[in-house]
């Protein structure tokens, strides 16, 4: 396992893909210190808003590209018949891809996380907002939970990489389930607390939506950015839930993938 993380790690710093998204992660973070121009009274807050979602963008993209060129790309080559000549399993190779992509991201979140937080602190000039952002631990664990969001939609991404014949599947079904992952929570609360008055609207798809979440997590839950803008603090219930949401998801998926690959024949 160790080989395939430290061979990840190394083609994730030396390939196109991690360079590419440090350049999209420069370009958001440059949107959000402009965005901050936008809002006279509240510049930090709405630099803060729009950097934080640019980061989870960036993470997600970069997740699912390094799975599909690591994982998924070598599946359809067959090249992964050579990695699986070393004497280690096929749950060994997709541990250490999957550990070599999150560190990827991991180190990619960082750097992202460390130039949102120079480009808030010198958005606005010398104007003090009414309510001031918070950019100590409310910021940092804010990000972690961005990662853990992002390492979800990894390892989901992984287990379609796994079973996938198709060379765009694993990138196309991974940005879906980013997308409905970070919205059906919302949904979910839009409905359950009675769509506005259309009780007609929100008897139709409460269920069904309460179905879905059964089999797809809320990755709304992870999102604490309300703590760094707002002083909302999160309860400590609700976030040790969501991270043992996203941990039990993360094994799911990669259980899922080894007992996909293990039972997969190439020829």
């Known amino acids: 396992m160790l080989q395939f993380f430290l061979s990840s ?7 196109r893909i991690f360079w590419g998204v440090f350049a999209l992660g420069m370009a958001f973070v440059a949107i959000a210190y402009l965005s901050a121009s936008f809002s006279p009274r509240q510049p930090r807050t709405v630099a803060l808003d729009v950097g934080l979602s640019g980061i989870r963008f960036g993470l997600v993209l970069f997740a699912i590209t390094s799975i599909q060129e690591l994982v998924g790309s070598e599946i359809e080559r067959r090249s992964v ?3 699986l000549s070393y004497p280690v399993s096929r749950a060994g190779y997709l541990f250490g891809r999957y550990l070599g992509v999150a560190a990827l991201t991991g180190v990619a979140g960082l750097i992202f996380s460390l130039l949102l937080w120079i480009a808030v602190l010198v958005a606005g000039g010398h104007y003090q907002q009414q309510f001031p952002v918070s950019l100590g631990w409310p910021y940092w664990i804010s ?9 979800v939609v990894a390892a989901f991404t992984l287990w379609i990489a796994s079973l996938s014949t198709v060379r765009m ?31 007609e609207l929100a008897g139709r798809f409460s269920g069904t939506i309460e179905k879905i979440l059964w ?23 609700a ?3 969501a ?9 799911l998926m990669l259980g899922l993938a080894v007992v ?3 039972r997969r024949e190439f020829s």
């Open 9 to 15: 790690w190394r083609s994730g710093f030396r390939g």
């Open 81 to 83: 018949l050579l990695s």
């Open 143 to 151: 990000v972690l939970g961005i990662w853990v969001d992002v390492m």
């Open 169 to 199: 599947l694993p990138l196309a079904l991974g940005v879906l389930f980013a997308i409905a992952g970070k919205a059906l929570g919302t949904v979910a609360d839009y409905l359950a607390k009675g769509a506005g008055g259309d009780t």
């Open 215 to 237: 089999v797809m997590p809320d990755l709304s839950r992870l999102d604490w950015r309300g703590w760094p803008m707002y002083g909302a603090v999160p309860e400590t219930g």
């Open 239 to 241: 976030v040790a839930l």
């Open 243 to 251: 991270v043992v949401m996203a941990l039990a998801y993360i094994a």
């Open 260 to 262: 996909t690959l293990s």
